[in-house]
């Protein structure tokens, strides 16, 4: 701005109505103030907290929004001079946009801690709670990727050379889409994964997996990739795709509870009787059974020994892997205590081997 258009602008400046200005301005933040303590003592009185979140989300933003529109509507009745005015213009265009995308980026996140709130995935049967934190956060993400795009947008389009490259892209936007989809392709496609995955919800939080061979929870699912906290406590991270591409094993897809296998080897004389009581005992005297499933079968007969699987349940993983690791101790006790003879032995027919006797013996002649 050149010197002499700063003294004409000046000159064409009505002081009394930029003195009206500044005192809207304070006035809107007054009116704000004594709004938002209003509304606060409202939200105080009611049983839930949503309410308070909200008011603290959106106070900051609103505020400064309210105060710049005041402006923006107060300044038309004052005359500028072009250059001043089309920097105010420019200025009030992108600080606008700003604040809108923050108040937007606000009200998101009020919404996901709104409802991770009256979601509790502690409980034991927390199968809708993880459902609903599971939606909102990736919704989340999108949605503030989504804003975070749109408000630098709408940042640049205030800039006229700008607005003018833009424009110029414009036409060209189709070789433009096809050279950036080429080289983004593994992200869009994690993108548009992660989209999926937020309706088809095939994973949740704190679902238990088995992928690529190791068994671990779902500890966080971000945008394009998700973190699988294994049972050592090592973090495998997995894009999203691979959820929707490949199979894998989801133990908690509709419940907690699952059932846990243990095999037993025994003799071919074994009573197979008393080892199913004493199973069906050892199961139910551990208080970590949940009183549904305790059963004991011959799966399978071989050469060496009889194949026993015992069937036990669980309220979730963990518990079910503690449950067959203890029941396993107290049917080795039982058996080497009570039945050490169904105990696996290896057998050999002595009739079959050659009779060394025969080989050693001196001829007839020499008795």
């Known amino acids: 701005m050149q010197p002499n258009d700063f003294h004409i602008a ?124 599971t939606r909102v956060r990736i919704l989340n993400r999108i949605a503030q990727v989504t804003i975070l795009f749109l408000t630098i947008a709408f940042m640049l389009l205030a800039i006229p050379s700008v607005r003018a490259i833009g424009v110029t892209l414009v036409a060209s936007a189709g070789l433009a889409a096809l050279a950036v989809g080429a080289a983004a392709q593994p992200a869009l496609k994690n993108l548009i994964a992660g989209i999926q995955m937020a309706f088809t919800e095939p994973i949740r939080l704190d679902d238990v997996v088995i992928v690529e061979g190791e068994w671990g929870w779902i500890e966080d699912i971000r945008l394009t990739y998700v973190i699988v906290r294994i049972w050592d406590d090592r973090r495998l991270v997995v894009p999203v795709s691979y959820f929707l591409e490949k199979p894998f ?6 419940t907690s509870h699952l059932l846990g296998t243990v095999f037993i080897y025994v003799d071919h004389g074994a009573d197979i009787g008393a080892l199913r009581h004493a199973w069906v005992a050892a199961v139910q005297a551990n208080e970590r059974w949940d009183g549904r499933v305790a059963i004991l079968q011959v799966t399978d007969h071989r050469p060496d020994g009889i194949e026993l699987r015992g069937l036990l349940s669980a309220r979730d993983a963990p518990v079910a892997w503690d449950l067959r690791c203890e029941v396993r101790e107290a049917m080795m006790d039982f058996l080497r205590v009570k039945m050490p003879e169904a105990m696996v032995k290896e057998r050999v027919r002595l009739d079959a081997l050659p009779d060394k006797r025969a080989d050693t013996a001196p001829p007839v002649g020499q008795l």
């Open 10 to 133: 000046v000159g064409h400046f009505e002081w009394r109505a930029i003195a009206g200005l500044g005192i809207a301005a304070l006035v809107a933040l007054a009116l704000h103030f004594i709004t938002f303590a209003i509304i606060r003592r409202v939200s105080r009185k009611t049983s839930s907290d949503s309410d308070d979140v909200f008011v603290r989300a959106v106070y900051q933003p609103s505020r400064w929004l309210f105060v710049l529109l005041v402006l923006m509507t107060g300044i038309q009745t004052i005359r500028l001079g072009p250059t001043i005015e089309k920097w105010w213009t420019i200025g009030s265009t992108m600080t606008l946009a700003a604040l809108v995308g923050w108040l937007a980026w606000r009200i998101v996140g009020a919404l996901k801690r709104i409802v991770e709130a009256s979601a509790d995935i502690t409980v034991e049967d927390n199968l809708t709670a993880r459902r609903r934190t």
């Open 249 to 254: 094993q989801n133990w908690t897809r509709e």
